[in-house]
């Protein structure tokens, strides 16, 4: 499986940025995605998650009401919209897809990773 993650940038805080995490390689709507995000001097956290048919998804506390997480399986596609940005989002976001089971918080659960995309939010 191949992930090509795209849609960062910098923005003002109070704007939107849409990512798109794009895949290929195996059947798409096998597997559930993730969105992670790493800022300079911390760890990888979890942001949002969703599961293989999108009825299922899953948020850090921080961006609830914030980011919406979607796919569209017949594009091969996760996407996280990103509203409201505040600066303390910037970092950069990694898209992931994990097999069926297992933890969507986890890092460890998932399988393959994208390259990541910068997302600068100035205040």
């Known amino acids: 499986v191949q992930l090509q993650a795209c849609g960062g940038g910098l923005v003002q805080a109070g704007n939107s940025l849409r990512l798109s995490c794009v895949a290929s390689?195996?059947?798409?709507?096998?597997?559930?995605m993730g969105w992670f995000r790493q800022a300079p001097g911390k760890e990888r956290e979890f942001v949002a998650g969703i599961n293989w048919s999108g009825s299922s998804t899953y948020y850090v506390d921080s961006v609830k009401g914030r980011f919406t997480i979607s796919r569209d399986n017949g594009k091969s596609t996760a996407y996280l919209q990103m509203n409201s940005l505040k600066p303390e989002d910037t970092a950069v976001y990694f898209c992931?897809?994990?097999?069926?089971?297992?933890?969507?918080?986890?890092?460890?659960?998932?399988?393959?990773w994208g390259q990541g995309t910068q997302v600068t939010v100035s205040s």
């Open positions: 390689g195996r059947t798409f709507s096998t597997y559930g």
């Open positions: 992931a897809s994990k097999p069926r089971g297992g933890s969507y918080y986890s890092a460890a659960t998932y399988e393959y």
